[in-house]
């Protein structure tokens, strides 16, 4: 397997993948540290935790490297990955052990509790977009749960994949409780299909979700899905137009455009959509594409070719199909796969930048009368991850998100995950939940105890 960095399109390291046989002992070893892990108190298994945490504040600016040479995000965005990777630790560290405490009910037996405990070995299919990320965002809960973690990290980031198993080594945890897996697709299925392996996790597309839905029905183990989104923004007439702008632009340029939850879909009220397109348009026009390890630069860029290329696909579709080409939508001469911000106006449901999930530094504008038919251009997706909706009155906001189709909406903010509450999608976005005491216990087995 390869790391190629995309700022420039050559290749930096290559790594021998893991055979079928290596791949299975690797599981053999994850699932003995997982009994020994499992066996500690979870006051001890919080301390640990803590470590692990101490560890990525000690080599925050080693990982951020790694992750921007790996897929091209700016320094300063992969240092807050890594900072909030240690944070969601601490997290679990001291609100882990209230999550999985015993919980005393009521019935007519002299005592009955719930109980949590651990699964066994979690199988987390994880995607590039965050390399450290969305894989600590379920790892923190896994462990501090009483489990093992086999990792299958994306194809283009093995140098990230195998500094997290190290990570945990380093911190002290069992050896062998953290194993990085480099396998392709195909080889999955005899990982999940060990009875070790109780839960897998993929965060990725609606195919691969799909795939994996049906093996891990097939082979009776619990899955957990977050397939990506085509998230609806609404900004309402009565908006806060400086505000919202700038959230817009950020959650659509961030990461060059490569978060599940970015704003994927601007639906504006008429009357204010012209200010608002001008707007925007001014401020993306001042953001600088570049190296993604200058200071300066503000948008590095697309992890790999074949996701610009994708991208590109999508803008050109559109744009014949009726869109309106408002800035960017050329591909730039030079190395690396870098594409420029880019705005299309007029799209309206059919587009392909209205219909599909678009991964890349693209706004998609789309204009309503009324609340009535902005609720059915936000609903009118196959995907339910996340909205967000501009308004000065918060009560009329919460009113109209409670309408919405997805599983986080925000009221004049920006969408985004918080480990203090759940995160997930509906329809084509997955199920299940990862974050808060929700996302802990999905990754528990739940236990009724009864004592007459």
């Known amino acids: 397997m390869q790391s190629v960095n995309p700022a420039t399109g050559r290749v930096m390291a290559e790594y021998p993948p893991h055979s079928p046989r290596a791949a299975q002992d690797a599981v053999t070893a994850a699932s003995l540290s997982q009994k020994t892990w499992a066996a500690l108190s979870v006051a001890d298994r919080a301390r640990g935790l803590v470590a692990v945490a101490e560890v990525l504040d000690r080599r925050l600016a080693e990982y951020a490297a790694l992750i921007t040479s790996e897929m091209g995000k700016p320094g300063s965005e992969a240092r807050a990955e890594v900072a909030k990777c240690a944070a969601v630790c601490r997290f679990y560290a001291e609100h882990g052990p209230t ?4 919980r005393a009910v009521a019935t007519e037996a002299a005592r009955s509790l719930v109980m949590h405990e651990p699964l066994g070995l979690v199988l987390a299919i994880m995607p590039w977009n965050f390399p450290f990320w969305q894989v600590m965002r379920l790892a923190a809960p896994a462990l501090m749960a009483g489990n093992g973690f086999v990792l299958k990290h994306a194809e283009n980031v093995p140098g ?32 999940l299909a060990r009875a070790e392996v109780r839960a897998v996790a993929l965060t990725g597309s609606a195919r691969a979700g799909r795939a994996v839905a049906a093996l891990a029905g097939g082979l009776l ?28 632009l950020e959650s659509r340029m961030k990461n ?38 200058d200071p300066a630069t503000d948008m590095g860029p697309l992890a790999r070719a074949d996701i610009r290329e994708a991208l590109h696909d999508q803008v050109q579709r559109s744009l014949a199909a009726g869109a ?38 693209l706004a998609a504008i789309t204009t309503f009368k009324d609340e009535e038919e902005a609720v059915a251009l936000a609903n009118a997706s196959a995907y339910g991850l996340g909205a967000s909706i501009w308004t000065a009155d918060p009560a009329r906001g919460e009113a109209l998100a409670r309408r919405m189709e997805a599983g986080t909406v925000m009221v004049n903010a ?30 528990s087995a739940v236990k009724t105890l009864w004592v007459a």
Do not use: N
Not at 223 to 230: A, P
């Open 99 to 102: 999550m999985l405490a015993d």
């Open 160 to 191: 990230s994949a195998l500094a997290l198993e190290q990570l945990f080594r380093e911190a002290g945890l069992p050896s062998d409780l953290v194993r990085t897996l480099l396998i392709s697709e195909p080889e999955v299925e005899p990982i």
């Open 221 to 248: 183990k619990k899955s957990i899905l977050e397939l990506g989104g085509c998230d609806p923004l609404i900004v309402l007439e009565d908006a806060d137009l400086t505000a919202c702008c700038a959230a817009a």
């Open 256 to 293: 060059a455009g490569q978060t599940c939850t970015a704003a994927k879909r601007l639906l504006l009220a008429e009357p204010l959509a012209q200010e608002f397109e001008e707007r925007l348009l001014a401020l993306a026009r001042g953001l600088r594409l570049g190296d993604p390890t």
């Open 324 to 361: 309106r080409l408002v800035l960017g939508g050329v591909l730039p001469d030079g190395p690396g796969y870098f594409y420029p911000p880019t705005i299309l106006a007029g799209v309206r449901p059919g587009m392909a930048v209205f219909e599909e999930e678009t991964f890349g530094p």
């Open 414 to 443: 920006q969408t985004r995950s918080d480990f203090r509450l759940p995160f997930g999608g509906v329809k084509d976005s997955g199920w299940g939940r990862e974050l808060s005491h929700y996302g802990i216990r999905e990754l």
